[in-house]
């Protein structure tokens, strides 16, 4: 019954080798948000969707970019991925409706870069 | 900068025990959640208190709010080993659509020990 689900939930990649995770979701939910977590540390927001209606936070680097083709799918591409990139990634949907402010967060992805 | 500032850190505590952790923020807010992790998983959403109410139960949690102070307080009472886990509060940032993104604090990691 994973309403939030991530693939994969562990990836490794090479510094520099461009990678993809993503997400699905099957809540019907309007909103979609990328999380970066380090070790140890608060989930920091990248950015989100509203809809098809792309938010970037002001401070995520441009080496992280995001596509959502369709309401249940979601993904975080990176670029060229540094060493500085190892996290967990986590995936997050919600209604996006005045009386409802939960966010419902998958199991995430641990990306390690070698 | 991170919203919320939470602490302890780091508690632990035996089976049976109350655990409280507390939340403190900078701005004013809409609302203010508790989330919980498990070690390496997605993040759990426990409970929302809205910036007018004062104090709110579900289950064996209990949250409070003081505005004034600008802090909230999450108490686990009677707790569990399977209450192991990371505990965020997190403030949200209302977006004009009816949906908001959240500013999570530090955390507070309880080891509960049989």
């Known amino acids: 019954d994973a309403m939030v689900i991530q693939n994969p939930r562990y990836q490794v990649t090479q510094f520099g080798k461009p990678v993809t995770l993503s997400c699905s979701q099957t809540?019907?939910?309007?909103?979609m948000y990328w999380y970066q977590q380090k070790s140890s540390q608060a989930p920091k927001l990248l950015f989100h969707?509203?809809?098809?209606?792309?938010?970037n936070e002001a401070d995520t680097p441009d080496n992280f970019q995001s596509r959502r083709p369709n309401t249940s799918f979601c993904f975080l591409d990176i670029r060229s991925p540094g060493l500085g990139d190892a996290a967990m990634y986590l995936c997050?949907?919600?209604?996006?409706?005045?009386?409802?402010?939960?966010?419902?967060f998958g199991p995430g992805t641990r990306l390690t870069v070698t | 900068s991170q919203q919320g500032e939470e602490d302890p850190q780091a508690l632990s505590i035996q089976e049976g025990e109350n655990a409280t952790m507390n939340c403190s923020y900078k701005t004013s807010i809409n609302n203010l959640q508790w989330y919980r992790q498990n070690s390496g998983r997605g993040l759990v959403h426990l409970i929302l208190?809205?910036?007018?109410?004062r104090e709110k139960h579900s289950g064996r949690l209990r949250v409070t709010l003081d505005t004034s102070k600008k802090s909230s307080s999450l108490l686990i009472t009677a707790s569990r080993a399977a209450d192991t886990a990371s505990y965020f509060c997190?403030?949200?940032?209302?977006?004009?659509?009816?949906?908001?993104?959240?500013?999570f604090g530090a955390g507070t990691r309880l080891a509960v020990h049989p």
């Open positions: 809540l019907n939910h309007n909103v």
């Open positions: 997190a403030t949200d940032w209302a977006f004009s659509g009816g949906y908001n993104k959240l500013i």
């Open positions: 208190i809205r910036s007018n109410e």
């Open positions: 969707y509203y809809d098809k209606d792309f938010n």
């Open positions: 997050a949907t919600s209604r996006g409706s005045l009386d409802s402010y939960e966010q419902y």
